[in-house]
């Protein structure tokens, strides 16, 4: 079966710690995008990527890294200097294109304490 | 700047009814798609259905359909015949269609919440 995958689901980090998030598509999309969700909010884009080795900032990357090295994964680091970690984040994947849907994944929950 | 705009925190339908999920949308592109997500108490993001601005007739699937009125720059989900499988947030999201640039960003709103009773 096609899809998205992330992993873990619940992810639990001290402060101060860099983590990294896992996604890996295997729908043969050339666009990743990695999204922040924070309780009674919509989606707010962190990081976006059109193709292999390429990708750009979205609205609220500062304090996120990401690499996109093959194009079934775009892992995102989530450094000590963002300021409130702790949030809901989902993964998706599009052809090129603006007409296309994206698809998600389903998300990991991180706790930073 | 792109804006979306989900006035409607919480609905409630009954079983079988149909129902109107707002949205309207803030945008100075001439060329932009809407689309709307089912977002389950999983966390995951399913896409329902998409309407893309120069359409003439509205989009459906299946029980979904999507109100579009560009004048008012309204996209309302209509979805009929209600199911309880159907309590779910629902985000309606926008971006435009040119601008290599800005093509991949998808503007949310902030949902609505709707939950179907018996």
């Known amino acids: 079966d096609g899809g998205i995958t992330q992993s873990p689901k619940y992810l639990f980090r001290k402060e101060g710690q860099n983590v990294t998030l896992s996604c890996e598509q295997n729908?043969?999309?050339?666009?990743m995008y990695w999204y922040r969700q924070d309780p009674g909010q919509g989606l707010r884009l962190i990081y976006y990527?059109?193709?292999?080795?390429?990708?750009q900032k979205g609205d609220i990357a500062e304090g996120y890294s990401v690499s996109r090295e093959k194009k079934e994964s775009f892992p995102l680091t989530v450094t000590s200097a963002q300021k409130n970690p702790t949030a809901f984040y989902l993964c998706?994947?599009?052809?090129?294109?603006?007409?296309?849907?994206?698809?998600f994944g389903p998300g990991t929950r991180l706790t930073v304490t | 700047a792109q804006k979306i705009t989900q006035t409607q925190p919480g609905m409630f339908v009954q079983e079988k009814e149909a129902v109107t999920l707002d949205c309207t949308y803030d945008?100075?592109?001439?060329?932009?798609?809407l689309f709307w997500y089912k977002q389950p108490s999983s966390g995951e993001m399913i896409f329902l259905i998409y309407?893309?601005?120069?359409d003439e007739q509205n989009a459906t699937e299946g029980r979904y359909s999507l109100n579009f009125q560009k004048a008012r720059k309204s996209a309302n989900l209509v979805i009929s015949a209600s199911q309880l499988g159907d309590s779910a947030m629902y985000f309606c999201?926008?971006?435009?269609?040119w601008g290599a640039g800005t093509a991949s960003k998808l503007t949310f709103g902030t949902g609505t919440r709707l939950q179907v009773t018996l």
């Open positions: 998706a994947s599009s052809h090129r294109g603006s007409d296309y849907e994206q698809y």
């Open positions: 729908l043969n999309h050339d666009a």
């Open positions: 990527s059109q193709i292999v080795n390429d990708f």
């Open positions: 945008t100075s592109d001439q060329s932009y798609g």
């Open positions: 309407q893309g601005s120069y």
């Open positions: 999201a926008m971006r435009p269609t």
